[in-house]
């Protein structure tokens, strides 16, 4: 499984940016898709996922701002982020669920980052 992740860049605070993630490959495995983030200094922290049945998650920090979709058929995922702060400054990764019906494990995949920048 590969993810591509697109989006990111510069925005100010208080502004909206979009994140898209497409998985490729052994994508029928894949149940869990979204994003994490990470910021220099810290761990990286759960953003959003959500579930091959539109089951999302959010990160305590992004609730009632950032809004997560999932296009099943296209194996995509968007990430709307609103009223952005400039503490979600970070590299935001495409992280997916998976399970290797070979080895009978789950698996996660993760894609490259993306930086995300928020002025204040």
């Known amino acids: 499984v590969q993810l591509q992740a697109s989006g990111g860049g510069l925005a100010q605070a208080g502004g909206s940016l979009t994140l898209s993630c497409t998985a490729s490959?052994?994508?029928?495995?894949?149940?869990?898709i979204g994003w994490y983030r990470q910021a220099p200094g810290n761990q990286r922290e759960l953003v959003a996922t959500?579930?091959?049945?539109?089951?999302?998650i959010y990160g305590d920090s992004v609730k009632g701002r950032f809004t997560i979709s999932r296009d099943n058929p296209q194996n995509s995922v968007y990430l709307q982020m609103n009223s952005l702060k400039s503490e979600d400054t970070a590299v935001y990764y495409c992280?997916?669920?998976?399970?290797?019906?070979?080895?009978?494990?789950?698996?996660?995949?993760w894609g490259q980052g993306t930086q995300v920048t928020v002025s204040s």
């Open positions: 490959g052994h994508t029928l495995s894949l149940n869990r």
């Open positions: 992280y997916a669920a998976g399970f290797d019906a070979v080895r009978a494990v789950p698996v996660d995949y």
């Open positions: 959500i579930s091959r049945g539109y089951n999302a």
